[in-house]
């Protein structure tokens, strides 16, 4: 059974930068498409960025085009998120999740219910 644990997250002043990671254990994560989500206090939880198995499809919310980056290392059972340029509206708890019948390409929209592992989440906290 995949297990999936984040890691990365933590307080970074307006226009500053982190970068996520994504770590899996029992099972291989090049059978997955992953994606991260995140979800603020009061806020329902939204989609960031997908990257499929082979790394050949991504896509990005609007909210975060330009400024973040998805990224994948199968050979070390990793993806990874780049968040540049943040803004205190990117504070939330980020959480890695990965299917293996899931297709992701410029038009998919997120939906938490597609996705069936999920890690424990790292906070994010953007503020000066």
């Known amino acids: 059974q995949l297990q999936l644990v984040e890691s990365g997250g933590g307080l970074v002043q307006p226009g500053g930068s982190l970068r996520l990671s994504c770590a899996a254990s029992g099972s291989s994560l090049g059978y997955y498409t992953v994606a991260w989500f995140r979800q603020a206090p009061g806020k329902e939880r939204e989609g960031v960025s997908c990257?499929?198995?082979?790394?050949?499809?991504?896509n990005y919310a609007d909210s975060v085009k330009a400024r973040f980056t998805i990224s994948r290392d199968n050979a070390k059972n990793m993806v990874y998120l780049q968040l540049n340029t943040l803004k205190p509206d990117d504070t939330a708890v980020y959480y890695c999740a990965a299917d293996p019948m899931l297709f992701c390409d410029g038009s998919y929209h997120y939906s938490p219910s597609d996705f069936g592992s999920w890690g424990q989440g790292t906070q994010v906290t953007v503020s000066s």
């Open positions: 990257i499929t198995a082979s790394g050949g499809n991504i």
